[in-house]
């Protein structure tokens, strides 16, 4: 009886291993997408945020306050997404994998 204790209690620990890696790997995999996707988020939008001020500055559209309104919630989203860019760099998930 003590044997299958022992056999159960070895099976047991290594298949909790085996998962607590494989949840980890996913975990990083899905990470390093997230970031890399923010990042091609972040440059689409700072080109939609230079567009806007471009034509905010036309002299057609000078001082419309649609547009003024417009142009802040383009920063303050611009500047939301760099933040959470900012924390996914912050993951040195990469140099992990790599060792």
Sequence with gaps: MSIFLIITF???LALNVLL??????????????LRDNLEEFAYMHAQFNE??????NMEM???D???SKLLEHSKFVS??????LDVLRGLDFEEDEEE
């Excluded at 607590?20 to 997408?33: E, F, G, P, S, T």
């Excluded at 567009?51 to 905010?56: A, L």
């Excluded at 500047?79 to 959470?84: A, C, F, N, P, V």
């Design 10 to 12: 070895i099976l047991s």
């Design 20 to 33: 607590i890696w494989y949840i980890r790997k996913v975990q990083v995999d899905y990470i390093l997408y």
């Design 79 to 84: 500047e939301q997404t760099q933040q959470y």
């Design 61 to 63: 559209y000078y001082g």
């Design 51 to 56: 567009h806007i001020e471009e034509v905010y």
């Design 65 to 67: 306050q649609s547009l």
